[in-house]
């Protein structure tokens, strides 16, 4: 009777162990199929949604990986669950790249054109470098604004701020010989020409001196 019940209690354990490895191998298998499922579900999201969104995909994101990659332990087939995982973690990689590539082009262009708006005023050049609403009877107030902005401005400028500020003067003076042949007056074509003096050196010197800043900085 006691061999009876003895053998009936190992068999009771080792079904309640069996139990239990089977409810751990589940869970692990659940774990491992959320995550590559979730990898899988981001790239049937609108690219917009998923950037207006990326703080909470990645937060979630983050804790699925987790629990996938403690599950490993608790799978037979722990090298093909491994690849799956592994799948999954370069996909959800390259998506994190996009993103991030896509973050700083919208930054560099929303830079830029913050900066067209301060020397010329809000809307006034787009991406086409377009001057044909500089005339005559405008163009040596757009010159002035121009200038002084500069000048004001010269110690925040970058050196790629200083190259994009060089390619608008060019325009600008590209427009202003258009101009000449409109109907320029005197006066104004002297003031302007004041004004170019004036930017000169300070052109030449902060574009310089940006350029030896970046350098030091790059060697520290």
Do not use: H
Not at 102 to 131: P, Y
Request: proline content about 0%; aromatic content about 8%; charged content about 30%.
């Amino acid at each position: 009777m006691k061999k009876r019940n003895l053998f009936l209690g190992l068999a009771l354990v080792s079904l309640v162990f069996t139990s239990c490895k089977d409810e751990k191998v589940t869970a692990a298998e659940k774990s491992v199929d959320t995550y590559v499922v979730y990898v899988d579900s981001i790239g049937n999201i609108e690219a917009a949604e998923v950037k207006a969104n990326w703080q909470a995909i990645d937060d979630a994101y983050q804790i699925k990986v987790a629990d996938a990659d403690m599950a490993l332990e608790n799978l037979k087939e722990r090298e093909k669950a491994q690849e799956r995982i592994d799948a999954s973690k370069a996909k959800y990689a390259a998506l994190q790249a996009q993103i991030e590539a896509d973050r700083q082009a919208e930054a560099m262009a929303n830079s830029k054109q913050l900066l067209r708006s301060s020397l010329f005023g809000e809307g006034k050049i787009g991406d086409d470098m377009n001057f044909g609403w500089v005339n005559k009877d405008n163009i040596l107030s757009v010159y002035d604004k121009f200038v002084n902005t500069v000048v004001d401005n010269k110690d925040s400028y970058s050196r790629e701020d200083w190259d994009k500020i060089k390619l608008m003067y060019e325009a600008l003076d590209s427009r202003k010989n258009t101009v000449e042949n409109e109907g320029l007056t005197s006066a104004d074509n002297r003031k302007i020409a004041g004004l170019k003096l004036k930017f000169a050196p300070v052109y030449a010197l902060n574009r310089i001196g940006s350029k030896t800043e970046e350098m030091k900085e790059a060697k520290n």
